[in-house]
Structures are given as C-alpha cells and as structure tokens.
C-alpha cells in the first residue's frame, strides 16, 4: 500500500510527526512525506525536533500571502506530486488551507483521502475562519475519518458518513506531547535564555499565543490593551508572549506591546521550548486549537480569546474557558484567577498518546 503524507503548517507537523515516524516504520506500507512548505521556519523547527525529513516540498510559502494563492499553489503542486508518487491513500490534518487544498488535489486525480481529526465543528462558517469551512469540506470528499472523540465521531454520524468509515482515535497531539515531554524532562529543551531567566525567577507567568484571522485588526487591539492593562495592574505577573511570525500579528503586537518591563515578546519557541513553557506558566491565553488540546495534560488553566470553540470538551473538563478577544472580559478573568486561583484538572479528553497506533491499524486492516 502506498500512503502520502501532507502537511504544511506548524500545528499540523506537530499532530502529524507521531503518525510519520510510525508509517516510515510500518511493513507492507511503502510511505512518503510532502510538505506545502505552506509554513517555513515555524515548520522546519518541528521537523528538526522529530528527526522528520520531506520527500517532497512545494515551497509555497510568500510573505502575507492569501488564501487564494496558497490553494492555487497547492493544487498545482499536488498535482505534479501525484504524477511522480502515485499513492493509494493521502492523509491530511485538521482545517487549514493546505489540508483542504491538497484533499481537493487527490480528489480530483481520483486518490483516497484519510483524514485525521475529522469531525471538529463550531457549527459558525465565519469563526474560525476559514478553517470551518475547510474540515466540513474535507469531510465531504474524505474516505477514512479518524475522529479524536467521540463528540466527534457523533458530528461526522450526524452528517452521514458511514460509521465504517469513522474511527475514534483520541488526537495525535497528546502522541506528540508525550514525545516532548519526555524529551523536555531529559533536559535537551534548549530554552532561549531571556525565556529561561523568566521562568527561574519563581513568578507567576501568563504565556500568550494568537493567530486567529478573525481576530485580525480589532480584535489583535483588544488582545494587546488588554495585556498593557494586566501588566500595569499586576506587576508581580509576568507576561510571555511567543510571536506569531504572520505580519498580521507581528505589527499590532510590536506596535502595542514592545517596551513593557513584565511583558516578554519573543520569536515563536520550538516545539519542546513551548512544551516546557506551557508546563512552567501559571496561565495561558490563547485563541490556538493545539493548545487548548495540550494544556489539559499539563493541569493549565487556559483563557481561549474565541467566542466558540470546536473543542468543547476541555470546557467541560474545566480547564478552558472562552473568554473572546474582548480587553475587558481578558482582564476580569485573569484578575478573577489571580485573586483566587482555581484548582485545574488533569483530566485529558482528547486521548491516550496511541491514536497514530490507532490510523496506521486501521490502514493496515485495508491493505490487506
Ligand atoms: C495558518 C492556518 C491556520 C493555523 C495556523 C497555525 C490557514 C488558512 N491558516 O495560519 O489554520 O491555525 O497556520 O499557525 O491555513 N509566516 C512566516 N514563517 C512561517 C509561518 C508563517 O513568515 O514559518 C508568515 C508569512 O508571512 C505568511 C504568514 O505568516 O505569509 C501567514 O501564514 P499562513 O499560513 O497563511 O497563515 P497563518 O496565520 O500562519
Ligand atoms: N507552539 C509552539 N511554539 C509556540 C507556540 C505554539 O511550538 O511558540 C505549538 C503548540 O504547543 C501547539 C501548536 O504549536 O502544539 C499550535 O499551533 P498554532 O497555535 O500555530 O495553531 P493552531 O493549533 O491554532 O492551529
């Protein structure tokens, strides 16, 4: 059987790094890797750190690009893949454009999709935008549908995908984070050493991601006041802030945040750098899928600056909670938390670091 693997951002390198590794070592599977290259630095880190090489990469990635061009590039690099490496199965991951574009691609030339973490939904086309729109499509045209819970496993029955085409696997992030974790306990996190002193000197720490599209503009402003005004009011609090490299994000947040004594931003950390910050911080505020997905492992609260979430299960756990990008309600809950932090539970629903054992079964069972 031959399988294709694609991914292009750093989130899906990261969810599909464990899934790599194994099918690079699975008999009967004759296995390829491409990259869209939809991301390049914030890529490449992720596949340093899991020892991942590309046997094919598309190289698209432009300095603010958009959507448009990233679909239309992917598709016509698809295509020329497909003439080289004709697989029988690609598998793709989650909601991004290079997920949609390159089920599109293997659509169209009459491939096999296999989708891993298949049936998210908010159920809102417009938030987050556009990656709605991209899984529902994806599920639309997929043929294996690897589900991390059962929530989801019940969204793709509710559309009408077969269940003999559903299986529930847990999400391959807590694989990946497991992998990390251990390897951050080993000490080989090389922390950049402003990050390190910061987290050495014993204060509480809010880490800081965000990237939504939707947030751009107004929203990324109301994020950005809403940190000037927690490291005003809390100067015990220390504020560490990982920069998205999208210029979308780069400008408001330099513009607004640069110069503040407890407010650290920095480039985006490598993977086990952000394992062993999320592990160290008091909080996180994010509007990230990943995150929210990791956090409940390590026992983090986590504020999500989104109004809804396709991942409602960490907020039934009790360690997320939606806060919006709204400056005021991001102050009220982190002062809320710091007068009276909360217990959080390590409770993890989203799995048992055995989903990529979980795919590459299910794979197998078809070949023969
Ligand atoms: C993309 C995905 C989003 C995912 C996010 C993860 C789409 C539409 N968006 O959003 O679903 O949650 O990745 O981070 O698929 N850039 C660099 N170097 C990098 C990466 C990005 O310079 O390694 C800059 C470039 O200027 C690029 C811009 O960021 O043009 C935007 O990248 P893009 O992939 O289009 O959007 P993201 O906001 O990263
Ligand atoms: N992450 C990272 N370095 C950072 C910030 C995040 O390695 O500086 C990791 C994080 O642990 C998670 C993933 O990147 O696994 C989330 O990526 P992102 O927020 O870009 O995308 P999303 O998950 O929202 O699609």
């Known amino acids: 059987m031959k399988v294709l693997t694609v991914f292009g951002t750093r989130p899906e390198a990261i969810k599909m790094a464990p899934l790599v590794r194994l099918l690079n070592h699975t008999p009967g599977i004759e296995h390829r890797l491409c990259s869209t290259g939809q991301h390049r630095q914030m890529l490449e880190q992720v596949m340093a ?30 295509r020329d893949v497909f003439a080289q490496f004709r697989p029988d199965w690609v598998l793709v991951h989650g909601d991004t454009t290079t997920c949609l574009a390159a089920t599109l ?46 929530r989801n496993v019940d969204n793709l029955l509710k559309e009408g995908i077969k269940p003999e085409r559903i299986v529930m696997t847990g999400n391959t992030v807590i694989d990946a984070l497991l992998w990390a974790r251990e390897k951050v306990l080993g000490f080989s996190a090389q922390v950049p050493p402003d990050v390190q002193k910061v987290f050495l000197e014993n204060r509480r720490v809010l880490l800081v991601t965000g990237h939504r599209r939707e947030n751009f503009g107004a929203g990324f402003e109301q994020i950005c006041r809403a940190l000037q005004t927690l490291a005003g009011r809390l ?19 330099r513009k607004y945040l640069s110069g503040i004594p407890n407010l650290l931003l920095t480039a985006p950390l490598n993977y086990p750098d952000f394992v062993y910050a999320m592990n160290k911080s008091w909080m996180i505020l994010t509007d990230s899928g990943g995150v929210q997905e990791e956090a409940p492992s390590l026992g983090k609260p986590v504020l999500v600056m989104r109004d809804t979430t396709e991942r409602p299960e960490a907020v039934e756990a009790g360690t997320v909670r939606l806060v919006g990008a709204s400056t005021q309600r991001i102050v009220e809950a982190v002062e809320a938390y710091w007068a009276q932090p909360i217990p959080t539970p390590t409770y993890n629903p989203y799995g048992d670091g055995q989903a990529s054992k979980r795919i590459v079964s299910y794979l197998t069972k078809k070949a023969t």
């Open 105 to 150: 691609a293997a659509f169209y030339a009459g491939i096999k999709v296999g989708h891993v973490e298949a049936g998210l939904r908010t159920g809102d086309l417009q938030a987050p935008f556009p990656e709605e729109a991209n899984r529902l499509l994806v599920d639309r045209l997929a043929s294996a549908y690897f589900a991390p819970t059962q």
């Open 49 to 78: 750190f899991f020892e991942i090489k590309t046997d094919f990469d598309l190289a698209i990635m432009q300095p603010g690009q958009d959507l448009t061009g990233i679909t239309c590039r992917i598709l016509e690099g698809m």
């Open 235 to 253: 100067p015990e609090l220390t504020i560490v802030y990982p920069v998205h490299l999208n210029p979308n994000v780069q400008q408001p947040v």
